[in-house]
């Protein structure tokens, strides 16, 4: 079955590779096309990534449609084109407006959604409502944007004769959707256990970043959790601000901008015995991928008081619902900041 895979992030590269490899897809007959974002960090994870997938055999290909409307229009155009002999089309994002632009234009037999991290659950949410696919962070779209969502979704909805399979480590459950367990055995599988040091890592989050959580308490928490547990190293949000990161630098604490996904780094690198993120995708991915390691993954909830005002009404909630549901998935600790 020909198939193309369209990701926009590292996360959902590497998830690509770990849908290939469990489910044995033909990777002669597999392609996967990186829509390049603007974010350096984010390009700079991707081209570590991309190499690393081409080592193991994908056939991987590089575009820029963000480089102004014609860039965008000519790559839409392309992907129009060579979608036209694709039975199976892999997307890492269904929330993404480019994605869903180019599954509007198209008519898969199949269609594979690969974890876009915890936005896979509110694909879920969404999915089951019958909502439109907006990010649960988002203050709204336009028009042509709302009306792009809608067509996309009905190339996939049911009775649209296309088969829909999730590909998630995340606890989600769809009716008339094939869901598929991401235990990420191709990372553990192609690299050795990690080596674990004495003192503890925090995972960043790039909740200040999109509004959603102030500054200031952020930096408290952060040298709370650095006294309390013995943190020495700062694993940076590939979307982090770099002010905010010097603070962070401040505090005492050695922050890394790791050049691939995490799931990646703490399998190659030195890690932690014990790893602190606040809610979002890695307190669902690290504990697989730590599997049988001495490392171990805590979680710490944001406080009420650490919301902006222009944080979404549902932010607690959503995010509550991240930390609910690794906890009772994987058994995770939380620790108070």
Not at 44 to 66: N, S
Not at 270 to 280: D, R
Not at 289 to 300: D, E, H, M, N
Not at 330 to 336: K, N, Q, T
Request: proline letters at 4%; glycine letters at 6%; one cysteine or more.
């Amino acid at each position: 079955m020909r198939t193309l895979a369209l990701v926009e992030s590292p996360a959902q590269l590497l998830n690509v590779v770990e849908w290939a490899h469990q489910t044995d897809a033909d990777r002669s007959l597999l392609t996967t096309v990186v829509l390049a974002p603007r974010n350096e960090m984010s390009r700079l994870q991707l081209h570590r990534t991309a190499q690393l997938a081409a080592d193991a055999g994908h056939a991987v290909r590089w575009c820029e449609p963000r480089q102004g409307t014609t860039s965008t229009l000519r790559t839409v155009t392309a992907l129009a084109e060579q979608l036209r002999g694709v039975d199976r089309l892999v997307l890492g994002d269904p929330f993404s407006g480019l994605l869903q632009l180019v599954l509007s234009l198209s008519h898969p037999r199949e269609v594979v959604v690969v974890d876009d991290g915890t936005a896979t659950l509110q694909f879920a949410r969404l999915w089951t409502s019958g909502e439109s696919l907006v990010r649960w962070h988002s203050s709204g779209s336009g028009r042509s944007r709302r009306q792009v969502a809608a067509l996309a979704r009905r190339r996939i909805a049911p009775g649209s004769g296309c088969e829909v399979t999730v590909f998630s480590c995340m606890p989600v459950h769809l009716d008339g959707v094939t869901v598929l367990h991401n235990d990420f055995s191709w990372v553990r599988t192609a690299f050795e256990d990690p080596r674990v040091k004495d003192t503890s890592d925090l995972i960043g989050t790039s909740l200040v970043e999109t509004g959603v959580v102030d500054v200031a308490h952020y930096l408290r928490g952060v040298r709370a959790l650095a006294g309390e547990h013995s943190i020495d190293r700062y694993f940076a949000h590939r979307k982090e601000d770099g002010a905010k990161l010097a603070q962070i630098e401040a505090i005492g604490l050695q922050v890394v901008q790791p050049e691939l996904p995490l799931e990646l780094v703490v399998r190659r690198e030195v890690v932690g015995q014990t790893l602190i993120s606040f809610p979002s995708t890695v307190v669902h991915t690290l504990p697989l991928v730590l599997k049988g390691t001495r490392a171990q993954l805590l979680i710490c909830d944001i406080a009420d008081d650490w919301y902006t005002r222009q944080a979404p009404s549902h932010a607690d909630r959503f995010l509550g619902e991240i930390s609910t549901s690794a906890r009772n998935t994987h058994r995770l600790v939380s620790v108070a900041c």
